[in-house]
């Protein structure tokens, strides 16, 4: 039903603004590494490209992370990367996220609301979008309750985090403003 859409400008525009570039892999900040480096004031350091101590090291910091939140098996502690790689595995994560949203969206879109469900699906992870009630309401035509869903996700580990809150205030007004567009039209 969606087939015809590719994520546009304005989307990877989103993407990237709200994502860091780091060409170092990093502990997730709700990891348990994370939490301790946080614990022992090191975490800014750490997104600095500090070495971290050995001592908390034993932690997970799964998912280790880089680039513009590019997640995966091959990221790991010590790992250092160019930004042509950094830029080929968010084109390969944006690429994933806009097959999810294509494959489970039963609902025509526009490009805006098209946008605003990728980055989120490119942050929240296939399997999440794909149990969420924000999809459910979607695919049953309750494009408002849809909108107010977006708001809920605003946590990492359970903690709310000011940069998911803005974010998902981003995805919500893109997401709304393609619904009002299609309201309009209609």
Same mark, same amino acid.
């Given at each position: 039903m969606n087939e015809n859409l590719k994520y546009s400008e304005q989307?990877?525009?989103?993407?990237? /603004? /709200?994502?860091?570039l780091y060409l170092f892999a990093y502990p997730d900040p709700a990891s348990p590494l994370a939490k301790e480096l946080q614990r022992r004031g090191l975490w800014l350091a750490t997104l600095r490209g500090e070495p971290i101590p050995a001592s908390p090291l034993g932690l997970s910091g799964a998912p280790w992370t880089g680039g513009w939140g590019h997640t995966g098996a091959e990221m790991h502690y010590g790992m250092t990367f160019s930004r042509e790689q950094a830029v080929a595995w968010l084109r390969q994560d944006v690429a994933s996220a806009e097959a999810t949203v294509k494959r489970v969206v039963r609902v025509g879109l526009n490009q805006e609301e098209y946008d605003a469900l990728v980055d989120l699906v490119f942050n929240i992870g296939s399997g999440n979008f794909n149990t969420s009630t924000l999809l459910r309401k979607l695919n049953a035509g309750d494009t408002e309750g849809a909108i107010a869903e977006f708001a809920r996700w605003n946590k990492a580990g359970g903690v709310v985090l000011a940069g998911l809150v803005k974010r998902r205030e981003a995805n919500r007004a893109l997401f709304q403003l393609g619904a009002n567009h299609q309201r309009r039209a209609a």
């Open positions: 989307g990877m525009s989103l993407t990237q /603004a /709200a994502e860091t």
